[in-house]
T-cell receptor, first 111, second 111 residues
Framework: EDKVVQSPLSLVVHEGDTVTLNCSYEVTNFRSLLWYKQEKKAPTFLFML????IEKKSGRLSSILDKKELSSILNITATQTGDSAIYLC???????????FGKGTTLSVSS | NAGVTQTPKFQVLKTGQSMTLQCAQDMNHNSMYWYRQDPGMGLRLIYYSASEGTTDKGEVPNGYNVSRLNKREFSLRLESAAPSQTSVYFCASSQGTVGYTFGSGTRLTVV
């Protein structure tokens, strides 16, 4: 069964801190892993990772995939209150037909 | 561009009532999905449709039915609502599993 496990489930930090969110997965025939940010409404896309060891970066956010360890991390440096959100990790399922999501990490950044 | 449009945005049902959640996309995507989101549970796949005329069960299909009316529309029906179906429902569409676009969600409460 395809599975995605995220840790921690919740995290509270102060503005300016750096955070690392973890995602591990079990899926046959891995295709890709995706990260989303969800604030009040629908998830919004952050990164898609397919190749091991290649960092994707967007401003203060970056992510990398480790296929050997079946995991990915999402780093956020110099956190801001606007980074407060649920961060979701997902993998394409075995059949290649849908995304399977983890439970998410709820990040709270206090000023 | 409208993207993915879900209706209604909010709904309160009594136990045993039925209702249909509507979803339409204008991006000519082949694949459409229904997810539910409960606190601390991430997004769980209810049903998906990889192409017009096909539908498949996801992780949590019990108590739901779907119809892929045409390429644009994918509806989710609750025949006899139960309190356990209180949730936020998201419709999404994609071309393959690339470029998921989510609707803004339907908050359903069953009392």
């Amino acid at each position: 069964e395809d599975k995605v496990v995220q840790s921690p489930l919740s995290l509270v930090v102060h503005e300016g801190d750096t955070v690392t969110l973890n995602c591990s997965y079990e899926v046959t025939n891995f295709r890709s892993l995706l990260w989303y940010k969800q604030e009040k409404k629908a998830p919004t896309f952050l990164f898609m990772l397919t190749s091991s060891g290649i960092e994707k970066k967007s401003g203060r956010l970056s992510s990398i995939l480790d296929k050997k360890e079946l995991s990915s991390i999402l780093n956020i440096t110099a956190t801001q209150t606007g980074d407060s959100a649920i961060y979701l990790c997902a993998v394409v399922n075995q059949a290649g037909t849908a995304l399977i999501f983890g439970k998410g990490t709820t990040l709270s950044v206090s000023s | 561009n409208a993207g993915v449009t879900q209706t209604p945005k909010f709904q309160v049902l009594k136990t045993g009532q039925s209702m249909t959640l509507q979803c339409a996309q204008d991006m000519n995507h082949n694949s459409m999905y229904w997810y539910r989101q409960d606190p601390g549970m991430g997004l769980r796949l209810i049903y998906y449709s990889a192409s017009e005329g096909t539908t498949d069960k996801g992780e949590v299909p019990n108590g739901y039915n779907v119809s892929r009316l045409n390429k644009r529309e994918f509806s989710l029906r609750l025949e006899s609502a139960a309190p356990s179906q209180t949730s936020v429902y998201f419709c999404a569409s994609s071309q393959g599993t690339v470029g998921y676009t989510f609707g803004s969600g339907t908050r359903l409460t069953v009392v």
